[in-house]
């Protein structure tokens, strides 16, 4: 099983910065896959960022120049710079991680409490 927990989120003024982390534990063979998603107010979940394992990254459109998704494998962790925020960021973030528990094995998704970014005046 595999928890994961995202740190760093907070209440930031349009045009300012946040770092947010994840932080994957328990008991997995490998992660593949990290990767954040987000669910601003009134909206469904929408995908973010990711990074593989081997290092391939991807950002969707609306936040590419803006944010930088970073993973650090000796540690299970993978971030999210924030820059530039806007207040149609403001969302809960998600960290979302697929694992497997043996070599070659089924992967499995897990998925994070999430984290409240919001950013007002």
């Known amino acids: 099983q595999v928890q994961l927990v995202e740190y760093g989120g907070g209440l930031v003024q349009p045009g300012g910065s946040l770092r947010l982390s994840c932080l994957a534990s328990?008991?997995?063979?490998?992660?593949?896959?990290m990767a954040w998603y987000r669910r601003a107010p009134g909206k469904e979940r929408e995908y973010v960022a990711q990074?593989?394992?081997?290092?391939?990254?991807h950002h969707t459109e609306s936040v590419k120049d803006r944010f930088t998704i970073s993973r650090d494998n000796a540690k299970n962790t993978v971030d999210l710079q924030m820059d530039r925020l806007q207040p149609e960021d403001t969302a809960v973030y998600y960290c979302?991680?697929?694992?497997?528990?043996?070599?070659?094995?089924?992967?499995?998704?897990?998925w994070g409490q999430g984290t409240q970014v919001t950013v007002s005046l």
């Open positions: 979302k991680a697929v694992s497997t528990d043996t070599p070659g094995g089924r992967p499995q998704e897990h």
């Open positions: 328990g008991s997995f063979f490998q992660l593949d896959t």
């Open positions: 990074m593989t394992k081997s290092g391939f990254i």
